[in-house]
């Protein structure tokens, strides 16, 4: 583990080596420039609006943040270890693959599903210390506005909402797939491997059938292929076994063996047979399986284009994808709206400390938690439309932030 960590910090070193020397012609150029002739393109960089006060405020806003999410981590990680020491034991789970394969991807992915409530923490803990220490009434009474105190929590609002997206839409889902396979291998959380009577539509006109699917050897038994033009039966095709081709270089490549293909022309019947056929057919073992929580493996751009796919299909079962799709992008928009309603909270000076504005601050964001769960299961069981239901917390924590800023201190 020692020999890895000195690995990656000697990698770190060389690309940051590698970095300065690619910018250092660059460095140069720009010192040469006559800067005192070029005084207008200030106004055209975003950091001149940031003032020493905002970098201050930044400073707060992130590091509380990320102080946060290491502290509650953290207790996590020690009551995760505490329960499942024994099946990590039991199943003779190796010191890397836990670190590095379970804990690695745990860490990231717990924290950006808990991200508002460390928002939350992060803004009424170091927002109630300024207003505590009468930092907030100094501004305020230097002429700054509610308004203008706002500007460096929504830069690092924008900020962590940029980076939860991030890692919610492309880095943490193929470290869930990661976390699974060491689920299913050490702590006996078994795959849905397998599935019976299956039936979609591959294409347009183009209908199959799998009697029995496994997919740990990627075949099926049972298989049927009905194509039809204009609502007739065109041509059949039936195998004994059908193979998913994994190691072909494109996609959708299945071999068949026992097969017979019976090929309808009016009253005429042609009928092919033989033992072994490669043939195309526009199904992966991704849409044959359907496992508990396999919305989170993929990325956002794979989930556009499964969704997409099995609309395309008829399928009805998608509704979990478009849930988790708008859910990643709603979530980061909590950030601002969090923000707002921190701040508005606990930016008044009172007796009593900020006991008060934190359990407050507590209780609305495990609101905020509960209610994405409650709606993705109202968009599941009760047909509301994903988008809508992924963005009711949204529309409703708006209001909140609303009355809470309009009773802000001015």
Not at 34 to 54: A, F, G, Q
Not at 223 to 236: A, D, I, R
Not at 351 to 368: E, V
Request: aromatic fraction near 14%; proline fraction near 3%.
């Amino acid at each position: 583990m020692k020999r890895k960590l000195k690995e990656i910090a000697a990698r770190i070193r060389r690309i940051w080596l590698r970095l300065l020397i690619l910018l250092h012609p660059i460095i140069k150029w720009l010192r040469k420039l006559p800067w005192h002739k070029l005084r207008w393109m200030k106004k055209c960089n975003p950091l001149h609006y940031i003032k020493r006060i905002d970098w201050y405020i930044i400073k707060k806003f992130i590091g509380t943040y990320i102080y946060s999410i290491a502290l509650i981590i953290s207790i996590s990680i020690v009551f995760d270890v505490n329960d499942n020491l024994t099946k990590f034991t039991n199943y003779h789970a190796p010191l890397r693959a836990i670190v590095f394969d379970y804990y690695a991807n745990f860490i990231p992915y717990f924290a950006n599903l808990f991200s508002p409530l460390f928002v939350f923490i992060a803004v009424i803990f170091f927002t109630s210390k300024l207003a505590g220490n009468s930092e907030i009434i100094a501004m305020l009474a230097c002429g700054m506005s509610f308004k203008r105190l706002l500007r460096p929590y929504i830069i690092s609002a924008a900020l962590i909402a940029l980076l939860n997206f991030y890692l919610g839409a492309y880095v943490i889902p193929k470290g869930t797939v990661v976390r699974h396979d060491f689920e299913s291998l050490y702590k006996n959380n078994k795959k849905n491997t397998s599935a019976s009577n299956i039936q979609l539509m591959v294409d347009k006109g183009v209908v199959a059938y799998i009697s029995q699917y496994d997919d740990v050897h990627k075949t099926g038994f049972g298989f049927s292929l009905y194509k039809f033009e204009n609502k007739k039966m065109v041509s059949h095709m039936t195998a004994s076994v059908i193979q998913y081709d994994t190691i072909s270089d494109s996609r959708y490549h299945w071999k068949a063996r026992s097969y017979k293909i019976r090929k309808l022309k009016g009253l005429r019947e042609e009928i092919q047979s033989g033992m072994e056929l490669d043939t195309l057919i526009q199904m992966e073992p991704m849409d044959l399986i359907f496992s508990k929580g396999q919305q989170e493996t993929f990325t956002s751009p794979e989930l556009r284009q499964y969704i997409s796919k099995q609309q395309s299909r008829g399928s009805s079962n998608v509704v979990q994808y478009e849930v988790e799709y708008h859910k990643r992008i709603a979530s980061s928009f909590a950030s601002f709206i969090l923000t707002i309603i921190g701040v508005s909270l606990s930016s008044r000076k009172r007796k009593g400390g900020m006991g008060l504005y934190l359990g407050i601050g507590l209780a609305l964001s495990f609101a905020y938690i509960l209610l994405q769960t409650v709606c993705a299961t109202f968009a599941i069981n009760a047909d509301t439309p994903p988008a809508l239901a992924a963005w009711i917390p949204n529309i409703l924590y708006v209001f909140i932030a609303y009355y809470c800023y309009r009773h802000a201190p001015n």
